[in-house]
């Protein structure tokens, strides 16, 4: 019987062990241009984008982002760590190392034929077990504690370029998510813009006279608006428009300060640092609408640039951070440093569970699951175990970042986690020696951990379920030919 051609001419079809190897392999990739961006001895990665521009970050998001991949197993490693990022903001590096490893675990088992849907579910089952041992695991924290949250949001800042002023940064971090903090009905609320509308108008002129006319209405319209705010006597205007040299000068003679071109979002902030309201339209100002909590507005230069202050609020709800550095490279990472310090903070003050760093979850749980896997029968334990396994990959990532011996340590903490109430010993990530987390005030929260492992196990469980990859290739002299990554 001939072949008879279903798919197209240019359509490339890989199916099978092929398809389930290449992804493998294709994650494992991934995972290793990570790899060396864990922990406190974490090296950084110099990314250079199209437009010439340098990124200088060990965020693992951050660097995929900027990675083009064309590889689809590839493309959905990267989606994870975005995932991290924007659900708890912290772990973005784990997550994609975790991913990497569950699945190089799974390539054995496929290799001895066993069935993917098998190793899929043990997984499932695995995951179902870590997340209970996660609660099991995790001390209750008091938010008010404020040497405690420091703690936790240093051992978030302390594997980034911002550890040399860690202190300094924690505590900024802290203040700003305590600042923004809003309780509703026993519901936290943390992060919360607001809006205001805009109006525009248009007219048509003719003829000259009209224009003398329709700048005496102007006038009046400016005088208008001017004696509108004056009438609630305020010493402060902002606004996101401009004002007229004109309205300026009416407004200087009350003695007002007005400030224009407030960016939106800058407006939203100083509104809700000093209670105001925003108004859109002056004929709707009310007394009330004026926020009474700011103490103090000053212009301060620094550097060379001059910057607003409005300071001594009462009861602010919003707050700025002010970052100076040498190079714009620098300030970008301090930035995202800052931005995952405040995120490790919110998921503090949401989910008030914490769980010791320096993978010495990750061996707990993993020696658990271990035990637990001996109770099991069939086929089934052989995935389970691996998955146990898989969980090693982050002390031992931690042991290889800072050169100690990779073997001799993680077997002396294998043993170490066979003991009665060694959950929390784990590696110091700055010499690569065993050390007790609670002992040097390494915790991450339970929201970032729980989140890391199913996003990580999912991920894995997902690649493993493709057994088939079809791929329609453009003709040549199409569009999109010359940029790679288009596809």
């Keep these: 019987m001939s072949n008879i051609l279903v798919t197209g001419q240019n359509m490339k ?49 951050a660097i995929l982002r900027e990675i083009q991949v064309q590889h689809p197993a590839a493309k959905s490693m990267i989606e994870i760590s975005r995932t991290q990022d924007e659900e708890v903001g912290d772990g973005t590096t784990s997550v994609i190392i975790l991913a990497g490893e569950m699945l190089s675990v799974a390539e054995q088992f496929l290799e001895q034929q066993m069935h ?25 924290v008091d938010p008010n504690d404020r040497d405690m949250m420091l703690k936790i949001i240093n051992s978030a800042i302390n594997t ?4 040399r002023w860690s202190s300094l940064a924690c505590n900024i971090a802290l203040d700003a998510v305590r600042t923004v903090e809003l309780e509703d009905n026993g519901r936290k609320e943390i992060d919360i813009k607001k809006y205001a509308k805009v109006e525009k108008t248009d007219i048509e002129i003719t003829r000259e006279e009209d224009f003398a006319k329709i700048l005496q209405m102007e006038e009046e319209y400016i005088q208008q608006i ?16 401009g004002i007229s040299d004109l309205a300026q000068h009416y407004l200087m003679k009350a003695n007002i300060t007005a400030i224009r071109r407030v960016r939106k979002t800058d407006n939203n902030r100083i509104a809700r640092a000093c209670g105001a309201r925003i108004a859109s339209r002056t004929d709707e100002l009310r007394e009330e609408d004026v926020g009474t909590g700011a103490g103090l507005f000053e212009v301060k230069k620094i550097g060379d640039e001059y910057f607003t202050f409005v300071t001594e609020c009462k009861d602010p709800k919003a707050c700025t951070i002010l970052l100076r550095g040498a190079s714009k490279e620098i300030l970008a990472e301090v930035e995202r440093n800052l931005q995952d310090a405040m995120q490790v903070c919110r998921n503090v003050l949401l989910d008030p569970y914490l769980l010791p760093g320096g993978g010495a979850v990750e061996m707990a749980v993993s ?23 898989a969980l090693e990959v982050i002390p031992r990532t931690l042991i290889q970042n ?11 903490l294998r043993a170490k986690h066979t003991q009665e109430g060694s959950t929390s010993w784990g590696v110091n990530g700055e010499t690569g020696t065993l050390a ?49 990554g288009a596809e």
């Design 116 to 140: 993917p849907t098998v190793v899929i579910s043990a997984y499932r089952q695995a995951l179902d077990d870590m997340l209970s041992m996660l609660k099991e695991i995790s001390t209750p």
């Design 436 to 484: 007790d987390m609670a002992d040097l005030g390494i915790w991450e929260p339970l929201a970032v951990k729980a989140q890391t492992y199913k996003t990580a196990v999912e991920t894995a469980i997902l690649l493993l379920r493709i057994d088939d990859i079809v791929s329609g290739h453009k003709k040549k002299g199409e569009k999109g030919e010359e940029q790679p």
């Design 226 to 241: 001017c004696e509108d705010i004056i009438r609630l006597k305020p010493d402060l205007v902002f606004t996101e428009k």
């Design 160 to 163: 980034k370029a911002l550890s």
């Design 367 to 389: 020696h658990r699951l271990t035990e637990r896997s001996r109770a099991l029968t069939g086929v089934e334990q052989w995935p389970y175990r691996a998955v146990a396994q």
């Design 402 to 412: 800072c050169g100690a011996s990779t073997i001799r340590v993680l077997t002396s």
């Design 13 to 61: 079809r890989e199916s099978g062990r092929k398809v389930q190897t290449g992804n493998i392999s294709a994650a494992k990739t991934i995972a290793d241009v990570i790899r060396t961006c864990l922990g406190p001895r974490a090296m950084m990665k110099m990314l250079l984008d199209p437009m010439g521009g340098i990124v200088m970050t060990n965020d693992g998001n």
